[in-house]
């Protein structure tokens, strides 16, 4: 606040009064009245700008900072305060002294504390990586040029070369001139035999075989085939035959296997034993030559009933229907019949005929199976079933009905 005297300009004697109550005044800092001579312990409301602060009489707390924490990655994390976990965080060119574990292979790292040098290495499929095993995982390294093949530990073992075969540059190659034959011969087996001539020069093998009879193969030998199992046995006689049910045959039965032969020209029937027999040509019927004909009698017989069934457009009537039966036919259709070589049916007017015509007009077909009036236009008339000219008398119009000519030649 400000002092009640100002001597700025003072030009007479300043009274010690109004010094005091000048001093007397309190000055305010921030929101706090401080007088000459008094302690204060306490500023509020007041910024500082551009301070240096040398000591302190008791440390700060957080929440008197404006800014009291500070966010790394995705983390906050407060002045003072620990943090174990920091996450979506980027490193570059940082230098990692240690690590409280190792990082698997999801996590960018390998799994494993240390490598041996020149190890090779191989993924164990639970996101590490482990250190591979020769013979196991891996075929070493090869040494010199060798053939080589496989030592059934997982690796290789160099291939001798043998007498009469060479490998130089990576050619192998035979340095014989192939082996000679000193002797032949043909062992007996599979049903097979032989026999060689000149066995130590030029050797001639003759095959043979050691089975007797029908022969069957398996594949790798022959041997003698089973007869109703392996094939049908030769027939002996001249009698119908018929399977026995063990591959072979047996004769078959007249009458109860097959139907014998027949002999004559009988009209024949089934005789219930597998066979036939004559039919008996009765009273009234003739069999000759293939062909059976009644010979008498016109037909006989009784009709105990007759009725009338309707049916393809026609219906009937029946008197004496027991006795002496009159038969009416009818017809049940209405209007223009038409047949279809069947049945009858009611026809179609325009369709299957032309339509009755009705009063006197002149008539031409309508397009549509039936007809329609002419028109009899200027100059004619048609009256009692002619038709004339009306007009002058230099035309004449007339009815031709028919041409009559007759020649007369010498």
């Known amino acids: 606040m400000p002092v009640p005297n100002t001597f700025a300009n003072a030009t007479a004697t300043i009274a010690l009064s109004d010094l005091d109550n000048n001093f007397a005044t309190p000055i305010t800092i921030g929101n706090t009245a401080v007088q000459l001579g008094n302690t204060v312990s306490t ?53 990692i002294t240690s ?15 240390t490598i041996s040098s020149g190890a090779l290495l191989k993924g164990n499929g639970t996101g590490a990586i482990a250190t591979a095993t020769s013979g196991v995982d891996y075929a070493p390294a090869t040494s010199g040029t060798s053939i080589l093949y496989g030592d059934g530990s997982g690796g290789f073992a160099n291939v001798t070369i043998g007498t009469g075969v060479s490998f130089a540059g990576g050619t192998l190659s035979a340095t014989g001139s192939g082996g000679t034959v000193t002797s032949v011969a043909v062992a007996s087996a599979n049903g097979l035999a032989g026999s060689v001539a000149n066995a130590t020069t030029n050797a001639t093998i003759t095959l043979s075989t050691t089975v007797t009879g029908l022969l069957k193969g398996n594949g790798t030998a022959i041997s003698a085939a089973s007869s109703g199992t392996d094939y049908a046995p030769a027939t002996s006689g001249t009698a119908i ?24 020209n009988s009209i024949l029937y089934a005789n ?63 209007g223009v019949l038409k047949g279809n070589g069947t049945a009858i049916s009611a026809a179609s007017a325009g369709t299957d005929y032309a339509p009755a015509t009705s009063g006197t007009s002149i008539l031409y077909g309508n397009g549509s199976g039936g007809f329609a009036n002419v028109t ?35």
């Not at 690590?99 to 504390?113: I, K």
């Not at 035959?241 to 004559?264: M, R, V």
């Not at 038709?387 to 009815?399: H, Y």
Request: proline letters at 2%; charged letters at 0%; a neutral charge.
């Open 43 to 95: 500023l509020n409301n007041m910024s500082l700008a551009n301070v240096t602060i040398s000591s302190v009489a008791s440390t700060f707390p957080n929440n008197y900072l404006a800014n009291s924490a500070v966010t790394i990655g995705n983390t906050s994390v407060s002045l003072g305060g620990t943090i174990t976990t920091i996450g979506n965080l980027t490193l570059t060119n940082a230098n």
């Open 241 to 264: 035959l018929k399977g026995n049910g063990s591959g072979g045959f047996a004769n078959a039965a007249a009458g109860t296997d097959y139907a014998p032969a027949t002999s004559g």
């Open 272 to 334: 219930g034993s597998g066979g036939f027999a004559n039919v008996t040509i009765g009273t009234n019927l003739t069999f000759v030559g293939g062909t059976l004909s009644a010979s008498g009698g016109g037909g006989s017989g009784t009709v105990s009933n007759v009725s009338i069934i309707t049916a393809n457009g026609f219906a009937g009537t029946v008197a004496n229907s027991t006795t002496n039966a009159a038969i009416t036919l009818s017809t049940s259709v209405t």
């Open 99 to 113: 690590l409280s574990s190792t990082l698997t292979v999801p996590q960018g790292g390998t799994g494993l504390v």
């Open 376 to 410: 009899v236009g200027t100059g004619l008339s048609f009256t009692g079933g002619t038709l004339s000219s009306t007009g002058g008398s230099s035309t004449s119009i007339g009815l031709v009905r028919a041409i009559s000519i007759n020649c007369i030649l010498p």
